[in-house]
């Protein structure tokens, strides 16, 4: 169990972050205390007096760099117990046939993006049929890498002649985890012949935990070595860390850092119009954190050709020694240190939007998208769904960064919601490369059901 956790962890800082993924499940309105988390000014039942989103959570993996041969994502915890066997001499190529692991090739842009996010309780209430209030809870995980140079791609590096100096672009990869609690408000306004809502979120941000590297190089800087080592010269690497109670054997969180952010949010739906629809258009998570507390971020220049073997950082105990191991390597008389110990770390949002065209009172076509500020993957989803009061189900498609097709599905049974952008992630595919999931679990009450809890509360009669 200790070895999935770490090999998790692995995966986070290694792949990583920032902006919401977007779910399906943002699209129902039956669902107002998570759906006010991303689109604060959602239109709801008129006669839903509250919610209360219990618990839920969401994940999501994606990459176009890498991928699993003849795999679903029920055979993971197999091929990690497979190369926790393995022996440690054994080649990296021979792992990777083990596990099926292949390559990407001739993309223009490769991107990797991680995200997991666990809702906590969340309360939403309508005073009115002006007002909404709300009060949420959640912990995220996101990590990100944007624009991965095809230089360092495993088949175009390891194809590389020895001794011969490349170029390869800047590149940076980071991961944050948070916890957020926030306030929500929401106000109608009726017009002649439109219905607006304009709505709010104020979320303070907890920092955890947060790991970021950035590197700019110049011309024909890297010389690949025959001792699966790497040259580089004429540079500059910036990294960022926080460094808890850990090491390879026992890791503690704690709040490392403080910030806050808001979400904007407008809808619009007609009034008088013989085609029912409403358009919702959300800014998201624009904010910062300020790590302050057990935090080192590092900026170096250098010159002179450094040496980097992967064998000078296999001993390390912990984030700070690797650090002082990785600044001991690159710096040197013509080198330019810059240590501190406080960081600003934006919580890089998203434009988020959602239209729907109401076929008639059960039916409706539902559209979503989301335009992430970060370097999380952009998605847009389109589908028929067809919804009750207590169920819902929402066939759609997902195009995920522009460049991926996926079958996707949300299920809304009573109080209980799941679904993924992805169902063939779940059954053997050729090439498995992104994946995610997602469950809620919420209750809710209408007008009418609070009056006639009120009536049978108050006004019982007995006869004779």
Known sequence: MRRIALWVIGVW?????????????????????????????????????????????????????????????????????????????????????????????????????????????AFWHRINHVWTVGLYSRLSVLGSAADTPDEINYPVYDAKPSNQAFQIRSFSISALSMASLGVHVCRNIFLRDWELNVGMNLQWNLGLDMLGMKMNQGINAWTKLQNT???????????????????????????????????????????????????????????????NKSTEIHDIQFNKAVELNSSDFSSFTNLQSYSANLEAKLAGSDSKSNPSDKVMVPTKGSISGSFLIHMDSHLQFQSLFSLPFSNADPRLMMGIQYAFRYWKVFPYAALTNWQTYSPGLAIRAGYLTLGSNNLSEFFNSATLDHADFYLLISYNWTERLTKKIRKQRYDKCYSF
């Open 13 to 121: 800082i290694l792949q990583p972050v920032e902006a919401q993924v977007l779910t399906s499940a943002m699209a129902d309105d039956q669902l107002p205390a998570y759906r006010m988390q991303h689109f604060p000014a959602s239109f709801h039942p008129e006669k839903m007096k509250s919610d209360f989103l219990l618990t839920g959570g969401s994940a999501s993996v994606y990459t176009n760099m890498f991928y699993l041969k003849n795999s679903s994502i029920l055979d993971l915890k197999q091929k990690v117990e497979l190369l926790s066997t393995m022996q440690e001499d054994e080649t990296s190529v021979s792992k990777m046939d083990a596990i099926g692991l292949g390559f990407h090739t001739g993309r223009s842009r490769y991107q990797t993006a991680v995200q997991a996010t666990f809702y906590g309780p």
């Open 229 to 291: 080592g790497v040259s580089i010269s004429n540079a500059s690497v910036q990294w960022q860390y926080t460094y808890p109670n850990e090491n390879r054997n026992k890791y503690a969180s704690q709040i490392n850092g403080h910030g806050a952010s808001v979400d904007f949010g407008i809808a619009l739906r007609p009034k008088r119009s013989s085609l029912k629809w409403e358009a919702i258009l959300s800014l998201n998570q624009i904010g910062f954190i300020e790590f």
